[in-house]
């Protein structure tokens, strides 16, 4: 099997430690990002983490030169694509971005690849394939598709065009992972997620109130039909679903087509749950005020990781408690993200 691997997107959250799982499995990384939601220094930081190097391309995936010079420059053997917008509200209010990042970007991708005889896929999906009326726990024979975002249409749209894609050349291989909800950040506190403004998500918000940044944390509905009334969702450590990613390349090596996994611990967690964990965690307490249910929410959703675990070899591993001091590790460290240098250093 070869051993070099192209990580668009590397510079951002999930692909930061993907690049560390990969280097720590003896892959080499080619990363191409245009850094529109990252910062250069998170590839500074992942070669700290390893002692390795990475080859890094500032641009766009959708610019098809620098795909051909990257792919001309390096004997990639296989594709890791993170690059892409991922902003649920943001896609509804801005639609033709997130189709032009998402997917043509991905069909620019896919093209390049073609010309340069590159036959092996992962691509980043997501749970939010399933829509709003699949019942829980979400398992990958599912109908997919009832999406009620446009982000959540291009992750759909590009599965479908990788399954086509698959079904024409029997020598393309392609995993679609589909993510639950990430959170943590690499244990020695070096990378984590860095939102850019107000978080949207739980776990990014939860640490910026508890490092001083916001007053308190709203919490969105707790008259869900769920034990506590808050929603329950299926969080998993950042480290395991890089490892995934991993697991997914090697399992790509001797396979045709495209296959779905989802990658999630199986477990439904509640926001009040997450609060009082991150709370035990840091010994920090988190204000919060109970607020109206966000639009959009479902009340609760959780993976059915078995498929993953029996093809893939794969399994969440890393619990809450790991979760929660990984992520303020990360927050203490880096009040600011990779914007002002930590206080680590
Ligand atoms: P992220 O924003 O931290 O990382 C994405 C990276 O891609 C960033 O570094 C950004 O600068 C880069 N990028 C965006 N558009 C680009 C383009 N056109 N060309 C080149 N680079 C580009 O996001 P993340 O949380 O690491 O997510 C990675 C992938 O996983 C995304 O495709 C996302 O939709 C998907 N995903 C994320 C989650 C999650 O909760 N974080 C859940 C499900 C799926
Ligand atoms: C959101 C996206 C989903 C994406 C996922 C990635 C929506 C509708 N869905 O899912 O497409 O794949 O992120 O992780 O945005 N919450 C609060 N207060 C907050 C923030 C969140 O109570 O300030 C609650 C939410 O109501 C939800 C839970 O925390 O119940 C998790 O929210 P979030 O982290 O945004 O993830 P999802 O909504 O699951």
Redesign the pocket.
Known sequence: MGRRVLV????????SHTLVALQEAGFEAVV???????SEVALQRVQAISGKPIRFYR????NRKLLGQIFTENAIHAVIH?????AVGESSQKPIDYYQ??VS?SLVLLEAMQAFGVKQLVF?????VYGSEAPVPYVETLQTGRTSNP?GTS?WMVEQVLRDAAAANPELSVALLR?F??VGAHPSGLIG?DPQGIPN?LLPYIAQVAVGKRNELSIFGDDYPTPDGTCLRDYLHVVDLAIGHVRALEWLADKSGAEAFNLGTGRGTSVLEIVRAFEQASGVTVPYRLSPRRAGDLPAFWADASKAKCELGWVANLGLEQMMADTWRWQSKNPHGYGAVATNK
């Open positions: 668009t997107g590397g510079a951002g959250y999930i692909g191409i990002d245009s850094l529109c939601n990252s641009g766009d995936i959708r993170f690059a892409g917008l991922k990042s998402n970007g980043s999906s997501s749970a939010t982000y992750k993510y909800n990430p997620e998500n």
